[in-house]
T-cell receptor
Framework: EAEVAQSPRYKITEKSQAVAFWCDPI?????LYWYRQILGQGPELLVQ????????DSQLPKDRFSAERLKGVDSTLKIQPAELGDSAMYLC?????????????FGPGTRLTVT | RKEVEQDPGPFNVPEGATVAFNCTYS??????FFWYRQDCRKEPKLLMS???SGNEDGRFTAQLNRASQYISLLIRDSKLSDSATYLC??????????FGAGTRLFVKA
């Protein structure tokens, strides 16, 4: 069964350092999402791509976060500089196409701890 | 007020019980609705989509009430393996997916 791959699975970093997460969606999935999930809360959408284009990044803290999906396949989410409040699970998901009716498939996530 | 709100839980029920969760949404433009399940420290996985006419999948039944802007999930004959967090998901037409905070369910033997 095809899966969404994410790496690393765990990351510990000191505040003010840079950190990057990688996601490889299911092959053929045009839409890719990055979410942040704080313990006890639901996932919060940070950025959404359709192929290589950003279609929604309204909740992305653009002063420190950036995301790219250069060839419309895999994607990188970067935080620079990291802050203590960034400690969370970062989830990547993909779906076949844009449109609210398509199921989103999630990767295992990257658990970030900022010290 | 959050755009998608769920019963906070936790719900503690014995095996075999029937349990229901509700979720309300505030944006009347919402078009698609889902229930996802998330096990502890795992990623969310789709449980079922919610259709206007209501839909059933085995022991699980989902209902949508557009007039009152809520969706529900009913689990019959609860199993230990149903213990998880259930996330209500609302989509405003392609670009905006919003997750509720989730309702935790514990099924006890």
């Amino acid at each position: 069964e095809a899966e969404v791959a994410q790496s690393p699975r765990y990351k510990i970093t000191e505040k003010s350092q840079a950190v990057a997460f990688w996601c490889d969606p299911i092959s053929g999935h045009a839409t890719l999402y990055w979410y942040r999930q704080i313990l006890g809360q639901g996932p919060e959408l940070l950025v959404q791509f359709q192929d290589e284009s950003v279609v929604d990044d309204s909740q992305l803290p653009k002063d420190r976060f950036s995301a790219e999906r250069l060839k419309g396949v895999d994607s990188t989410l970067k935080i620079q500089p990291a802050e203590l409040g960034d400690s969370a699970m970062y989830l990547c998901a993909s779906s076949l196409a844009l449109g609210g009716t398509y199921e989103q498939y999630f990767g295992p996530g990257t658990r970030l701890t900022v010290t | 007020r959050k755009e998608v709100e769920q019963d906070p839980g936790p719900f503690n029920v014995p095996e075999g019980a029937t349990v229901a969760f509700n979720c309300t949404y505030s944006n009347s433009a919402s078009q698609s609705f889902f229930w996802y399940r998330q096990d502890c420290r795992k990623e969310p996985k789709l449980l079922m989509s919610v259709y206007s006419s209501g839909n059933e999948d085995g022991r699980f039944t989902a209902q949508l009430n557009r007039a009152s802007q809520y969706i529900s999930l009913l689990i019959r004959d609860s199993k230990l393996s149903d213990s998880a967090t259930y996330l209500c998901v609302v989509n405003r037409g392609g670009f905006k997916t919003i997750f509720g905070a989730g309702t935790r369910l514990f099924v006890k033997a």
